[in-house]
């Protein structure tokens, strides 16, 4: 289930960088959980060599 107060208080930024996307996908992994992070993001974090955020379970 979408955590729709979370989406609706933090939009992502238009024309965003990688380095925002990233923070935005940390943060709503953690808040919503609603869908799995893109690849890209991924790929970056495990770059950054930064631990992978455990998803929020999603509620039914």
């Known amino acids: 289930m979408i955590n729709a107060k979370w989406h609706k208080q933090?939009?992502?930024p238009m024309g965003s960088t990688l380095s925002q996307r990233v923070d935005?996908?940390?943060a709503h992994a953690k808040a919503?959980?609603?869908?799995e992070m893109p690849p890209t993001?991924?790929?970056e974090l495990r770059r950054l060599g930064k631990e992978l955020p455990k998803r929020r379970p999603r509620v039914k």
């Open 24 to 26: 935005w996908h940390v």
């Open 32 to 35: 919503c959980g609603c869908r």
């Open 10 to 12: 933090h939009v992502m």
């Open 41 to 43: 993001v991924l790929k």
